[in-house]
């Protein structure tokens, strides 16, 4: 398979200045499609087809068709209605949006404008998680430029449509990229999540019709309406259209983030991009699309990355955040990890996460301290099958599963750990080991 | 309400003290009420307090009632929020707070090495601050720069990738 690393949201992502807008009007046909379309009034509806036909999936997890969910917004409500970016990027293991948002911010405000468009809104927000605050200069500034050259704020390129966007900057709470949960902190509101129905298409943001969309899905949607929905879909398979950005760490020679077309095998992802393993280093495990997934094994490094084949192969593509474990990482020590994660940003709202998360981590420092029994690898199961489709969002659903397929890929290194009261092997214990003992020793002084 | 008056806010109050923003602040307040709806005033809750701990260094209940006041939102509401969200500091802390990113990749990585060499070099644990007020030593959670790992931020505005013990050592050593 040819290796075209230049395909779409990342072909001139290395552009020097092209934070500007001149730069991202010469490398990307920028805000052309916005001239077209607002320029040339194309009826709102047809955009709504056009993404829809095209088979954008949401690339921030879920990977909902993009034109569905702007379809879902009640053509005849007098209420305003709301575009919202979750640019909210937090799952572990994923940085593409950072990428996107630092080096290309136009793009994504043009798509901004063409949802928004598309969905009637007069007023956008991009929800930006509270540790990008150093980022907020360059949008601020794109955002003026876009204002300036007439595609943002009153009377757009003379047609009477107006679109205001604005910043919103969060302050550290992973739950926020659950998208009712945004909405709720967007209100100023604790960041916990809503019940759906209603979804937010039709009560989202001040109980209004809202589109919350991840900024990748965002960024993909001026090149679809430039060039149709054919043209996105000569990328992908039949049900997974286009492009789409993974996240690749862990000890790799090469990592960062790679736009590939959706159905590459996972092996070409980490052999032809990321250079395969740094030397004297073994595969152990996958994880394809954050932490929140199950992980694969070596043995399905065959399996195409797109929506389908990984749902087939036992995970999902997720944020497409994937990460190479090596077979020095313990995968307890792993599990805990990750665990400690979810437990400390559950919001607290539903019981099964609150508690079973707090469980969770109890019964596998036990294990990790080598306290633990063998029925307790299955309690710990149980617990996670007790949160699993059991809490209120997401959240809990992403705490459960990499734990429990830690537990079925790698049960033996869970009943070592409580044989032996020790790890297989650990490289971070072994790395901390000099320090602890420096501890001790300042102690016994 | 919840949270306790820290120290400093003591101090204030005993000194009779009211927190005040400057002008420039204030035209900054209603810059930020303008980007909501007019009834939507507690949009403005999570930039105020922004605003607040920019200017405060931290969040005492003083600067939270300052934030509620200026803008005419109960003060419950904008203390649920200043409580809920991680990166409020509710303590003093530092003039440079090490946002140490060890979960999973950074993990992986050697995160938590870097980490324990930082406790040592500073002579701090996680969540202390240096006796000098120089360095809050952070363990937090993913930044979204796992291609880089290990990493940390500072105070938000900078970060520094691929870190070892030495690159932590010259960092640290530039830090006035």
């Known amino acids: 398979?040819?290796?075209?690393?230049?395909?779409?949201?990342?072909?001139?992502?290395?552009?020097?200045?092209?934070?500007?807008?001149?730069?991202?009007?010469?490398?990307?046909?920028?805000?052309?499609?916005?001239?077209?379309?607002?320029?040339?009034?194309?009826?709102?509806?047809?955009?709504?087809?056009?993404?829809?036909?095209?088979?954008?999936?949401?690339?921030?997890?879920?990977?909902?068709s993009t034109g569905m969910k702007w379809s879902f917004?009640?053509?005849?409500?007098?209420?305003?209605?709301?575009?919202?970016?979750?640019?909210?990027?937090?799952?572990?293991?994923?940085?593409?949006?950072?990428?996107?948002?630092?080096?290309?911010?136009?793009?994504?405000?043009?798509?901004?404008?063409l949802a928004s468009y598309a969905?009637?809104?007069?007023?956008?927000?991009?929800?930006?998680?509270?540790?990008?605050?150093?980022?907020?200069?360059?949008?601020?500034?794109?955002?003026?430029?876009?204002?300036?050259?007439?595609?943002?704020?009153?009377?757009?390129?003379?047609?009477?449509?107006?679109?205001?966007?604005?910043?919103?900057?969060?302050?550290?709470?992973?739950?926020?990229?659950?998208?009712?949960?945004?909405?709720?902190?967007?209100?100023?509101?604790?960041?916990?999540?809503?019940?759906?129905?209603?979804?937010?298409?039709?009560?989202?943001?001040?109980?209004?019709?809202?589109?919350?969309?991840?900024?990748?899905?965002?960024?993909?949607?001026?090149p679809i309406v430039l060039n149709g929905a054919d043209w996105y879909k000569q990328w992908g398979t039949e049900k997974s259209a286009g492009t789409k950005l993974f996240s690749?760490?862990?000890?790799?020679?090469?990592?960062?983030?790679?736009?590939?077309?959706?159905?590459?095998?996972?092996?070409?992802?980490?052999?032809?991009?990321?250079?395969?393993?740094?030397?004297?280093?073994?595969?152990?495990?996958?994880?394809?699309?954050?932490?929140?997934?199950?992980?694969?094994?070596?043995?399905?490094?065959?399996?195409?990355?797109?929506?389908?084949?990984?749902?087939?192969?036992?995970?999902?593509?997720?944020?497409?955040?994937?990460?190479?474990?090596?077979?020095?990482?313990?995968?307890v020590d792993l599990a805990l990890n990750v665990t400690k994660f979810y437990r400390h940003e559950s919001c607290g709202k539903c019981t099964p996460c609150r508690e079973g998360t707090h469980w969770m981590e109890n019964i596998l420092t036990q294990i990790e301290h080598g306290e633990g029994t063998l029925s307790q690898i299955d309690e710990l199961y149980g617990i996670c099958d007790m949160i699993l489709g059991k809490s209120f969002c997401a959240?809990?659903?992403?705490?459960?599963?990499?734990?429990?397929?830690?537990?079925?890929?790698?049960?033996?290194?869970?009943?070592?750990?409580?044989?032996?009261?020790?790890?297989?092997?650990?490289?971070?214990?072994?790395e901390l080991a000099p320090f602890r003992e420096a501890a001790a020793a300042a102690s016994q002084v | 309400m919840g949270l306790n008056a820290t120290k400093v806010g003591l101090d204030l109050i005993r000194l009779g003290h009211e927190l005040s923003f400057t002008p420039e602040d204030k035209a900054r307040v209603q810059q930020i009420l303008a980007r909501y709806p007019a009834d939507r005033r507690a949009s403005a809750i999570m930039p105020v307090l922004w605003l607040a701990q920019e200017r405060f260094e931290f969040l005492s209940e003083e600067a939270i009632e300052l934030t509620a006041r200026s803008i005419d939102v109960p003060l419950p509401e904008v203390a649920a929020v200043a409580s809920f969200y991680t990166m409020y500091h509710l303590e003093p802390v530092g003039k440079y707070v090490l946002q140490v990113c060890c979960t999973l990749s950074c993990s992986i990585m050697g995160a938590e090495r870097v980490f324990a060499h930082m406790e040592q070099k500073l002579g701090i644990k996680a969540g202390e601050t240096t006796p000098d007020g120089k360095f809050t030593l952070k363990k937090v959670e993913c930044l979204a720069s796992c291609g880089s790992a290990p990493m940390l931020q500072i105070n938000e505005r900078k970060f520094d990738e691929n870190l070892d013990e030495a690159a932590v050592d010259r960092l640290l050593d530039g830090l006035k």
């Not at chain 1, 030397?279 to 992980?295: F, M």
């Open chain 1, 1 to 64: 398979m040819s290796l075209n690393k230049k395909l779409l949201l990342f072909a001139h992502i290395d552009e020097p200045g092209l934070g500007g807008i001149d730069v991202y009007k010469r490398a990307y046909d920028g805000y052309k499609a916005v001239e077209r379309v607002i320029g040339g009034k194309v009826a709102p509806n047809d955009i709504i087809d056009l993404v829809k036909a095209s088979g954008l999936r949401g690339r921030g997890g879920a990977g909902f």
């Open chain 1, 73 to 113: 917004v009640p053509k005849d409500s007098p209420k305003p209605r709301y575009l919202v970016v979750n640019a909210d990027e937090s799952e572990p293991g994923t940085f593409k949006d950072r990428e996107l948002m630092a080096k290309n911010p136009h793009q994504m405000i043009e798509g901004v404008i």
């Open chain 1, 119 to 222: 969905i009637k809104a007069h007023a956008a927000y991009i929800y930006l998680r509270g540790e990008f605050a150093w980022m907020v200069p360059i949008l601020e500034n794109a955002i003026a430029q876009a204002k300036a050259a007439g595609y943002l704020g009153a009377n757009i390129l003379g047609t009477g449509y107006d679109l205001e966007c604005h910043l919103h900057l969060g302050a550290g709470a992973y739950i926020c990229g659950e998208e009712t949960a945004l909405l709720n902190s967007l209100e100023g509101q604790r960041g916990t999540p809503r019940l759906k129905p209603p979804f937010p298409a039709v009560e989202g943001l001040y109980a209004c019709p809202t589109v919350v969309n991840n900024v990748e899905t965002l960024c993909a949607v001026p």
């Open chain 1, 248 to 331: 690749v760490s862990g000890p790799v020679k090469k990592p960062g983030n790679y736009e590939v077309p959706l159905g590459l095998p996972l092996r070409a992802l980490l052999e032809e991009y990321a250079g395969g393993l740094k030397d004297g280093y073994t595969l152990k495990a996958i994880i394809p699309g954050g932490s929140s997934v199950p992980a694969l094994l070596p043995s399905q490094l065959d399996t195409a990355l797109d929506y389908e084949s990984v749902a087939a192969a036992g995970s999902m593509v997720g944020s497409g955040g994937c990460v190479f474990v090596d077979d020095q990482v313990c995968m």
């Open chain 1, 395 to 430: 959240l809990g659903d992403a705490a459960a599963m990499p734990v429990m397929s830690y537990i079925k890929l790698f049960r033996d290194e869970f009943e070592f750990h409580v044989r032996e009261k020790r790890c297989q092997i650990n490289r971070r214990k072994a």
